[in-house]
């Protein structure tokens, strides 16, 4: 049980020992219908393991859960899966073909690069809008929230398992593949387009910085546009994830 309370406590445990929690059936269901290697299943109670499994069971006394799981509600279900990011490479445009198998400029893929995202909810929540919408993959660029920590893995609500996440590329290599670079801003600033009338087609990354800070000074070296969402209330900004699935809805949308 120790392994689980490491895996489940701290990101550099989960990094050495390639392995991290999912906890639940529905989303032990998720990562094994996205083909991920789960290495264990433990449950507790009158719960059954998840069907359709060749790991190793196991069955937690009485009051383990309790005392390991990161809820105060805990699910009775939870495995130990095996730890993958995708690699930069896997994202690259396909030559004239966009992720739809199209060959129009208005379906090329597109992707998000994260700046700094911190909060395990939204890096959630931009997750499941990202892979919802149909987008190639999400890169996680310098003090973002570790993908596999486990606020991240249920709030993705089972998307981390079907969407491509890059780790420790730079915003640089991400265009050096062919995209178009838009970053994102709360504000009106010299150049910027409004969302719902920006050009959004063709192989474009959408960067998205902290709401604390917004885009990095270094990474806007890089940035080709800047799209801001306008809105009447008094809030000078959208939460992060709010904004990622507006984001999202609209390069669905900009791609038959």
């Not at 398992?161 to 062919?178: C, I, P, Q, R, T």
């Not at 959408?206 to 940035?223: I, K, M, P, R, Y």
């Amino acid at each position: 049980m120790q392994q689980l309370r490491r895996l489940l406590a701290r990101r550099s445990a989960r990094v050495d020992e390639s392995a991290f929690v999912v906890e639940g059936a529905v989303l032990i269901g998720e990562a094994l219908r996205g083909g991920w290697d789960v290495l264990a299943q433990f449950f507790s109670g009158d719960a059954a393991p998840v069907a359709e499994c060749d790991a190793p069971v196991f069955k937690l006394g009485e009051g383990v859960l309790d005392r390991i799981a990161s809820t105060e509600s805990p699910q009775p279900n939870l495995a130990v899966v095996s730890r993958r990011t995708a690699s930069l490479a896997r994202l690259k445009p396909s030559a004239g073909l966009g992720s739809r198998g199209e060959s129009s400029a208005a379906g090329a893929p597109w992707v998000m690069f994260l700046d700094a995202v911190s909060d395990p909810g939204n890096l959630g929540t931009i997750l499941r809008s990202a892979e919802a919408m149909g987008a190639a993959g999400v890169v996680l660029g310098g003090g973002t929230v570790d993908p596999f920590n486990p606020k991240v893995v249920r709030a993705s609500a089972g998307a981390l398992f079907h969407v491509a996440v890059v780790e420790g590329a730079a915003l640089s290599d991400v265009k050096a593949l062919g995209y178009r670079v838009l970053a994102t801003s709360s504000h009106e600033q010299a150049g910027s387009a409004a969302l719902d009338g920006a050009d959004l087609s063709g192989a474009v990354c959408v960067v998205l910085g902290s709401e604390a800070h917004g885009v990095s000074a270094e990474l806007a070296t890089n940035v080709d546009g800047w799209i801001r969402i306008d809105h009447a209330g008094r809030a000078e900004s959208l939460n992060v994830a709010m904004a990622a699935t507006i984001i999202s809805y609209e390069m669905a949308r900009a791609r038959p």
